[in-house]
């Protein structure tokens, strides 16, 4: 029972990354997937300057939801 319920514990975690990655957030690959789309269908060559904010943007994204769960946490101990 107890190798059975680790494996589909890692199972679970491993989807779960896989789908977060997939969001349109521009740091992660959903964000690429969305970046690539836009120069291949409407513009082809996109300033340098916008992908370093394009992804700068997607950082802070994740750098606040880090900083929420991680006060979540501490406030529900």
Known sequence: ???VS???FVAFISLNLA?????????????????ISIEKFI???LREMFQVVW????????LVLLV???FNDVARI
């Open 1 to 3: 029972n107890g190798f």
């Open 6 to 8: 680790y494996v589909f």
């Open 19 to 35: 789908i977060i990655n997939l969001l349109p957030i521009p740091v992660l690959d959903g964000g690429q997937i969305i970046n």
């Open 43 to 45: 513009k082809p060559n």
């Open 55 to 62: 992804n700068m943007m997607g950082l802070m994204i994740i």
């Open 68 to 70: 929420i769960v991680f």
